[in-house]
C-alpha cells in the first residue's frame, strides 16, 4: 500500500490528461485507459531508486499491479460520478494552484547564480571560527523564570540588542548578570551533560533554544571557542549545499516582496479572525471529546 501512495503521489497528474489518439494504450480499465506516452512522463518524475527497482522482474510485476489498481480505482470514482462534486473540484483547483506555484518558482529560481567551490572556499576562509571543532567554550547565559520571560528576551535579540545587555536587565541570575551573563569557558566534562549537549552544539555568537533546567530557563550564547578548524574537504559539500539554501531563500524573500508591490494585497482581516476563532473552538470541542 505504501508502494501504492508513493506511485500515485507521483502520477496523479495523468488522472486529468485525456488519451492522445493514436498513443498506444498501456493499461486500459473499462472506458480508463493509460498510454504510453503518459506513462513514460509519469516515470520521469519517479526517484533514481525507484526506476532501477521498475527495472527488475520484480518491480515489472509490481508496476502492472499498481498500474492496474489505480485504473480500476479511477473508473470506479468516475462510476460514481465523484468527478462532478464540489469536493473534487474544490481539490482539483487546490492541485492546480500548488502546481502553477510550484512550476513558478522552478523557472524563476534558475535565475539564481549556482554557488561553486570557489564561493565555498572564500566563505570557509573568512569564517573559520565558524568552523572550529570545539575543545573549549566560552558562555553567557540569561536566566528567567517562564517562557514570557524567555519570549522578552527573544524578542530583544531579534531586534538587535546585545545579548550582555539584556543579561544586566533581566537575568535572574545574581551572580552572572553584572558581567552580562558571561560564565567563561569550559571543557567537555565540566558541564550538566544537558548543557554541554546545547553548548557543543553551538556556533560562535549563536544564542541556544530556552533549556529548562533547575525550575528554570536558560538562554545561552556562545561568545568564543578555541579549538581546530575543521579541513575544508571534510565540509566542503555541505558548506556548498548550505550556502546554496541560503541564496534561494534570499532569493525567494526578495521575489515575494516584489511580488507584493507588484500585486494589490488585501487581507480582511474580521473575516480571518472569524475563520480562526471557529477553527479554535473546533478544536477543543475535539480536543474534550477525545478525552473522554
Given at each position: 500500500?505504501?508502494?501504492?501512495?508513493?506511485?500515485?503521489?507521483?502520477?496523479?497528474?495523468?488522472?486529468?490528461?485525456?488519451c492522445?489518439k493514436?498513443?498506444?494504450?498501456?493499461?486500459?480499465?473499462?472506458s480508463?485507459k493509460?498510454?504510453?506516452?503518459?506513462l513514460?512522463?509519469?516515470?520521469?518524475?519517479?526517484?533514481?531508486?525507484?526506476?532501477?527497482?521498475?527495472?527488475?522482474?520484480?518491480?515489472?510485476?509490481?508496476?502492472k499491479d499498481?498500474?492496474?489498481k489505480?485504473?480500476?480505482?479511477?473508473?470506479?470514482?468516475?462510476?460514481?460520478?465523484?468527478?462532478?462534486?464540489?469536493?473534487?473540484?474544490?481539490?482539483?483547483?487546490?492541485?492546480?494552484?500548488?502546481?502553477?506555484i510550484?512550476?513558478?518558482?522552478?523557472?524563476?529560481?534558475?535565475?539564481?547564480?549556482?554557488?561553486?567551490?570557489?564561493?565555498?572556499?572564500?566563505?570557509?576562509?573568512?569564517?573559520?571560527?565558524?568552523?572550529?571543532?570545539?575543545?573549549?567554550?566560552?558562555?553567557?547565559?540569561?536566566?528567567?523564570?517562564?517562557?514570557?520571560?524567555?519570549?522578552k528576551?527573544?524578542?530583544?535579540?531579534?531586534?538587535?540588542?546585545?545579548?550582555?545587555?539584556?543579561?544586566?536587565?533581566?537575568?535572574?541570575?545574581?551572580?552572572?548578570?553584572?558581567?552580562?551573563?558571561?560564565?567563561?569557558?569550559?571543557?567537555?566534562?565540566?558541564?550538566?551533560?544537558?548543557?554541554?549537549n546545547?553548548?557543543?552544539?553551538?556556533?560562535?555568537?549563536?544564542?541556544?533554544?530556552?533549556?529548562?533546567?533547575?525550575?528554570?530557563?536558560y538562554?545561552?550564547?556562545?561568545?568564543?571557542?578555541?579549538?581546530?578548524?575543521?579541513?575544508?574537504?571534510?565540509?566542503?559539500?555541505?558548506?556548498?549545499?548550505?550556502?546554496?539554501?541560503?541564496?534561494?531563500?534570499?532569493?525567494?524573500?526578495?521575489?515575494?516582496?516584489?511580488?507584493?508591490?507588484?500585486?494589490?494585497v488585501?487581507?480582511?482581516?474580521?473575516?480571518?479572525?472569524?475563520?480562526?476563532?471557529?477553527?479554535?473552538?473546533?478544536?477543543?470541542?475535539?480536543?474534550?471529546?477525545?478525552?473522554?
Open positions: 500500500m505504501k508502494f501504492l501512495k508513493i506511485f500515485i503521489t507521483f502520477m496523479v497528474v495523468s488522472l486529468f490528461l485525456a492522445s493514436g498513443d498506444e494504450v498501456v493499461v486500459k480499465a473499462g480508463s493509460l498510454t504510453k506516452k503518459e513514460q512522463e509519469d516515470i520521469k518524475g519517479l526517484p533514481p531508486q525507484t526506476k532501477i527497482f521498475l527495472s527488475s522482474p520484480d518491480g515489472v510485476n509490481r508496476l499498481e498500474l492496474i489505480r485504473e480500476v480505482l479511477y473508473e470506479e470514482a468516475k462510476k460514481k460520478d465523484l468527478a462532478k462534486s464540489e469536493e473534487f473540484k474544490r481539490r482539483l483547483e487546490e492541485f492546480k494552484k500548488i502546481t502553477l510550484n512550476m513558478l518558482l522552478e523557472q524563476e529560481i534558475k535565475s539564481v547564480q549556482q554557488v561553486t567551490e570557489k564561493d565555498a572556499k572564500d566563505y570557509y576562509e573568512k569564517n573559520k571560527d565558524m568552523f572550529i571543532k570545539p575543545v573549549e567554550v566560552r558562555l553567557s547565559q540569561i536566566v528567567v523564570k517562564n517562557e514570557d520571560e524567555a519570549k528576551v527573544y524578542e530583544r535579540i531579534d531586534k538587535g540588542e546585545e545579548f550582555s545587555k539584556i543579561a544586566k536587565e533581566l537575568s535572574r541570575d545574581e551572580r552572572t548578570k553584572a558581567s552580562g551573563g558571561d560564565i567563561g569557558f569550559f571543557k567537555k566534562g565540566q558541564l550538566n551533560p544537558q548543557i554541554e546545547v553548548a557543543f552544539a553551538l556556533k560562535k555568537g549563536q544564542v541556544s533554544m530556552p533549556l529548562s533546567y533547575k525550575g528554570e530557563l538562554i545561552f550564547k556562545l561568545t568564543d571557542v578555541k579549538g581546530t578548524a575543521v579541513d575544508f574537504e571534510q565540509i566542503k559539500t555541505q558548506l556548498i549545499e548550505q550556502l546554496k539554501a541560503k541564496k534561494q531563500q534570499e532569493w525567494f524573500n526578495s521575489y515575494i516582496d516584489e511580488l507584493k508591490r507588484k500585486h494589490k488585501e487581507i480582511n482581516e474580521k473575516a480571518l479572525q472569524e475563520i480562526l476563532n471557529q477553527a479554535l473552538i473546533e478544536g477543543k470541542t475535539l480536543e474534550s471529546q477525545q478525552k473522554k
